[in-house]
Every structure is written in C-alpha cells, then in structure tokens.
C-alpha cells in the first residue's frame, strides 16, 4: 500500500496553468503505479489553463466548487460530483469563473 496525505503530496507545475496548484496523490513522484496517476489542482477564482490537447485522455472529478470546462464544441460548468472524460487530443481550457477557489482530482494513465 501507498499512502499519500494530501498535506505531503508533491507538488508539480504543468505548463499553461494560471493560478492553479497540482499536487499529486499516486504515481510519478508520489509513489508507485502502474497503469495510471492521479492529482488534485485546486483552481483560485480567476485561475485557467489555455486551450492545449494532449495524446492522453483525462479523467476530471470535481470535489468542490464550480468548473468550467471549454472544448472546441463548446463548455460546460462541472458542480461537486461531477465529472468529464476527454479524449485523447481533445483540446481543453480549464476555468474557474466563480469567486471560490475549485477542487478538481484528475486521472490519467502513464504515457
């Protein structure tokens, strides 16, 4: 078993992302996996991503706050429990439009 506590999770820097803080749970740096990781960002009101794809699909959970994911076809606000899929080279913004700080844990598999 790996145990992680999200106050000791490593922190890591994605490029692109404004205002935001990732830390990972599992995998990479925090510890042993296998076929996938998994993080939590936690968005401040006004942080985003820029529209950016990546060859791997990711997993969005919404812990707390409010989300709103922009593709190419459109957005979409994610509320607590939520939760998207996109597909690989799916183009993506992240945005948090709400005067909160947002909670998201994402899922992707190792490249």
Avoid at 9 to 26: G, K, S, T
Avoid at 48 to 53: E, F, L
Avoid at 73 to 85: F, H, I, Q, T
Wanted: proline residues 6%; aromatic residues 6%.
């Amino acid at each position: 078993m790996n145990v992680t506590r999200y106050d000791q999770a490593p922190q890591y820097f994605p490029e692109n992302h404004f205002d935001i803080r990732c830390v990972r749970l599992q995998g990479h740096e925090a510890g042993p996996a296998q076929s996938l990781w998994i993080g939590v960002s936690t968005i401040e009101p006004g942080g985003h991503t820029t529209m950016s794809a990546s060859a791997l699909e990711k997993h969005y959970v919404v812990l707390a706050g409010e989300l709103t994911v922009q593709t190419e076809e459109g957005e979409v606000v994610l509320r607590a429990n939520d939760s998207c899929r996109l597909a690989p080279n799916e183009g993506r913004a992240l945005k948090n439009r709400s005067s909160a700080p947002v909670s998201v844990l994402l899922a992707m598999p190792f490249a």
